[in-house]
């Protein structure tokens, strides 16, 4: 399209073949929200009806859904549910959707996932001087609750036979949350 004359109608289906093609790229390489996906449309045009007609047809067509997304990543392993809300939220994903797929997460799951991602890396912790200090700072930046993360470190440090966590100090766990 030239400064000089109003855009032809062959110009605008140019420009929205051209926006529809890069809409599916994006979305090829990893499965984007709303948001996102509208960000990177309005980038690549000035004509924010081109974008908006663009992001609709992506949709209309299945390749774009926040539903998905959201549930993708309420799925994830290795997380908890408070990174689970931060990514979602960050990548704009409405609140309420947010609410919907952390009230679909298996509390049972999350704990056995903390359990398990604490007992890979267990031998790391108990090398320190604070072994449950570490623990809970390693599965706190994962996400975790801090109720999953001491039920966690008392499973862990039980089946290890660790002797430098008695029950008592596990007991006492105010210091740390």
């Known amino acids: 399209m030239t400064g000089d004359r109003p855009p032809t109608p062959e110009d605008r289906q ?10 599916f790229r994006a979305l090829s390489g990893r499965a984007l929200t709303e948001a996102e996906l509208r960000t990177r449309l309005r980038r690549r045009t000035d004509d ?56 679909a997460r298996d509390p049972e799951e999350e704990q056995a996932d903390a359990a398990a991602l604490l007992s890979r ?22 996400g975790f609750p801090g109720a999953v993360i001491w ?12 002797p430098l966590l008695d029950e008592a100090a596990l007991d006492d766990d105010s210091g740390l949350e």
Not at 60 to 77: I, P, T
Not at 121 to 141: C, E, G, H, I, Q
Not at 151 to 162: F, P
């Open 14 to 23: 140019k420009a929205r073949d051209d926006l529809l093609a890069y809409a």
């Open 48 to 103: 924010e009806a081109l974008a908006e007609e663009v992001l609709a047809r992506v949709q209309e067509l299945g390749y774009q859904s926040d539903d998905a997304v959201a549930r993708a990543e309420g799925g994830r392993r290795g997380v908890g549910g408070f990174r689970v809300r931060q990514t979602l939220k960050r990548r704009g994903v409405t609140e309420g959707l947010i609410e919907e797929t952390l009230a």
């Open 151 to 162: 039920a966690a470190i008392r499973e862990v440090a039980s089946a290890e036979g660790d």
């Open 121 to 142: 890396r267990w031998p790391s912790f108990a090398r320190k001087r604070d072994p449950r200090a570490s623990a809970y700072a390693f599965l706190a930046r994962r």
